[in-house]
């Protein structure tokens, strides 16, 4: 078994809108809320929820099961641009000034630094 030491590198950031493109939950978007690098894993808001069973405290004085979203690894997701609305590969380009940006493959349109 292959041991990952540090970071991995993932493609998405968070606040990014993404689109599901492997599993159970295809074809479901959604906005990227952490970004795990350790394990290359991301949690997206309305994708993949579970059911959490929690013990009465006084944050929540009910208990009681509680749907959360669980993770997703980062390769089942695509960014989707936000000019064209499609699901896109990204390439990396660079500005007049030297800052690095990212750049959609479908429409060659800059995302949003």
């Given at each position: 078994?292959?041991?990952?030491?540090?970071?991995?590198?993932?493609?998405?950031?968070?606040?990014?809108?993404?689109?599901?493109?492997?599993?159970k939950?295809?074809?479901?978007?959604?906005?990227?809320?952490?970004?795990?690098?350790?394990?290359?894993?991301l949690?997206?808001?309305?994708v993949?929820?579970?059911?959490?069973?929690?013990?009465?405290?006084?944050?929540?004085?009910?208990?009681?099961?509680v749907?959360?979203?669980?993770?997703?690894?980062?390769?089942?997701?695509?960014?989707?641009?936000p000019?064209?609305?499609?699901?896109?590969?990204v390439?990396?380009?660079?500005?007049?000034?030297?800052?690095?940006?990212?750049?959609?493959?479908?429409?060659g349109?800059?995302?949003?630094k």
């Open positions: 078994m292959a041991v990952l030491v540090g970071r991995q590198r993932v493609h998405v950031r968070k606040g990014d809108t993404v689109e599901v493109i492997g599993g939950h295809r074809g479901k978007r959604g906005k990227v809320l952490n970004v795990n690098l350790k394990d290359a894993k949690i997206i808001e309305g993949n929820l579970v059911k959490r069973h929690t013990r009465p405290t006084q944050k929540l004085p009910q208990g009681g099961i749907e959360k979203e669980g993770s997703v690894y980062a390769a089942r997701v695509m960014l989707v641009c000019k064209c609305g499609k699901a896109a590969r390439a990396h380009g660079y500005l007049a000034d030297g800052t690095k940006v990212r750049v959609c493959k479908n429409c349109e800059q995302i949003e």
